[in-house]
Structure formats: C-alpha cells, structure tokens
C-alpha cells in the first residue's frame, strides 16, 4: 500500500540555491501556478464577450462575482467594498488548490501549512495596518468590548488580545488540516481498494466495496473543497470587518 504521506511531500523541479536560501520551483509552486492560469484563462474568456444575453461561462462568472460581493457586503458593509477584489482573489486561489489536488498525481498546496499561514498572516496584517490606517491610535479599542464595566477591563483586555492574535492560526490550521485529513482518508481508502483487488478474483469481489466508498469520499471531498473555500474567505471577511468597524 502506497505511503498515504507521500502525496504532501515538497519535491523540487527545478534546483535553484543562493547561498543557504533554497529558491527552488517546486511541486507546490508549480500547482500554484497551473492554478493561477487556469483561473485567470477562465475569468477571461467568461467575461471577454460581456453579451446581453449571457451565456454559461459567462452566466457562471457572473455568479460567482455577485456571491462573493455579496459576501463582502453582508460581512463588512458597504466600506468593505475596497476589500474585494482581495477577497475574490482569496477565495479563487484557495478554491483552485483544493479542486486541483482531487486529481490524480496533482498536488494539494492548501495542504501545507506554510501555504496556509501566509494566507491567515496576510489577513492578520491586513486589519492591523488598515484598521489604524482608518482609525488611528482608536483601533486599539477593540480589545475593549463596549459597556464593558471599568473593574471588568483588567480581565477582559487578555482574553481579548489573545482571542484577537490566535485569529491566523486557527484560520490556517482550519483549512490545512481539513484538507490533509481528507486526502489521507482517500489515499488510504484507495490503497485497500488496489489491494484487495490484486488478490485474484476473489479480490475483484472484496474491491468494489473500497472503491465504491471511494467515490463517495470523492463526493464528500469535493463538497468539502468548496465549504473550506467559502469558510477561509467568509471569516476573513468577518475579521477584516474591525479595520472598519471598531465594535460591530
């Protein structure tokens, strides 16, 4: 039975090194980048005509903008609407690598950590230099719940700022994790399948059984992919709302 691990190894395709710096074009990089194009192509060629009567490429373009400005909208509020070409370009790319990494032989880079964390980091720093690039000095109020009793803030400030600074990694770890579990789960699954069958034919009888749970967690994995799509952007949403509302 093939390593269930193997599938989330860096492997590099191109070596390139400065010194002790390792910049070389890797299997992640290159799924980043075939993720990357095909978005790009899509978007294009969806929305090049911009006829009338739209059509399915275009019709589904069309949708997926108006999903995620409404998404923007009913999350930050009509000021958060500098905020979404950011958040579309979030959702697409972190949607592309979980969609990618269900074919075979491909890579799951929403499966890395690193991956991950520099997204949930981005979104981090985003609502500290935007919230007091708005609110000045102000921002800072919102470790601060409002009607909060005097003798109370000495208790609530701590667990406000720790709640607020544990925001990137509950973010990354929330995708990665999902996403990694899901693969192993099908990796393995796969491999009794592939077992089970190379076992003469009473093995063909003994695989279907994998196999067709196999497709299921096919299904239930695809589902997953966009839910933990919609869930990192939602909740960047959520939390770059305090860059333009102190206390929502």
């Given at each position: 039975?093939?390593?269930?691990?193997?599938?989330?190894?860096?492997q590099?395709?191109?070596?390139?090194?400065?010194g002790?710096?390792?910049l070389?074009?890797?299997n992640?990089?290159?799924?980043?980048l075939i993720?990357a194009?095909?978005?790009i192509?899509?978007?294009?060629?969806?929305?090049?005509?911009?006829?009338?009567?739209?059509?399915?490429?275009?019709?589904?373009?069309?949708?997926?903008?108006?999903?995620?400005?409404?998404?923007?909208?009913?999350?930050i509020?009509?000021?958060?609407?500098?905020?979404?070409?950011?958040i579309?370009?979030l959702?697409?790319?972190?949607?592309?690598g979980?969609?990618?990494?269900?074919?075979p032989?491909?890579?799951t880079?929403?499966?890395?950590l690193?991956?991950?964390?520099?997204?949930?980091?981005?979104?981090?720093f985003m609502?500290?230099?935007?919230?007091?690039?708005?609110?000045?000095?102000?921002?800072?109020?919102?470790?601060i719940?409002?009607?909060?009793?005097?003798?109370?803030?000495?208790f609530l400030?701590?667990i406000?700022?720790?709640s607020?600074f544990?925001?990137?990694?509950?973010?990354?770890?929330r995708?990665f994790?999902?996403?990694?579990?899901?693969?192993?789960?099908?990796?393995?699954?796969?491999?009794?399948?592939?077992?089970a069958v190379?076992v003469?034919?009473?093995?063909?009888?003994?695989g279907i059984?994998?196999?067709m749970?196999?497709?299921?967690?096919?299904?239930?994995?695809?589902?997953?992919?966009?839910?933990?799509?919609?869930v990192?952007?939602?909740?960047s949403?959520?939390?770059?709302?305090?860059?333009?509302d102190?206390?929502?």
């Amino acid at each position: 039975m093939a390593n269930p691990i193997h599938q989330f190894e860096i492997q590099p395709i191109i070596p390139f090194e400065i010194g002790n710096i390792d910049l070389s074009f890797t299997n992640s990089a290159l799924w980043m980048l075939i993720g990357a194009v095909l978005s790009i192509s899509f978007l294009m060629i969806a929305s090049g005509k911009k006829a009338m009567v739209p059509g399915r490429l275009q019709m589904f373009s069309e949708i997926l903008y108006e999903f995620i400005a409404k998404m923007v909208r009913d999350n930050i509020g009509s000021k958060g609407r500098k905020y979404f070409p950011f958040i579309f370009t979030l959702f697409i790319f972190v949607l592309m690598g979980n969609l990618l990494g269900l074919l075979p032989y491909s890579f799951t880079y929403t499966s890395h950590l690193a991956v991950t964390g520099i997204l949930a980091l981005i979104v981090f720093f985003m609502i500290i230099i935007f919230g007091i690039l708005h609110n000045g000095l102000k921002f800072f109020t919102i470790f601060i719940p409002p009607g909060a009793p005097l003798w109370l803030i000495p208790f609530l400030l701590p667990i406000e700022i720790i709640s607020f600074f544990i925001r990137p990694i509950t973010l990354s770890v929330r995708l990665f994790s999902n996403i990694m579990a899901g693969h192993i789960v099908l990796k393995v699954i796969a491999g009794f399948a592939a077992a089970a069958v190379s076992v003469k034919l009473s093995g063909i009888v003994i695989g279907i059984f994998p196999a067709m749970i196999n497709v299921v967690m096919m299904m239930f994995e695809l589902l997953v992919a966009l839910i933990q799509a919609y869930v990192f952007a939602i909740l960047s949403c959520v939390y770059l709302k305090d860059s333009v509302d102190l206390h929502h």
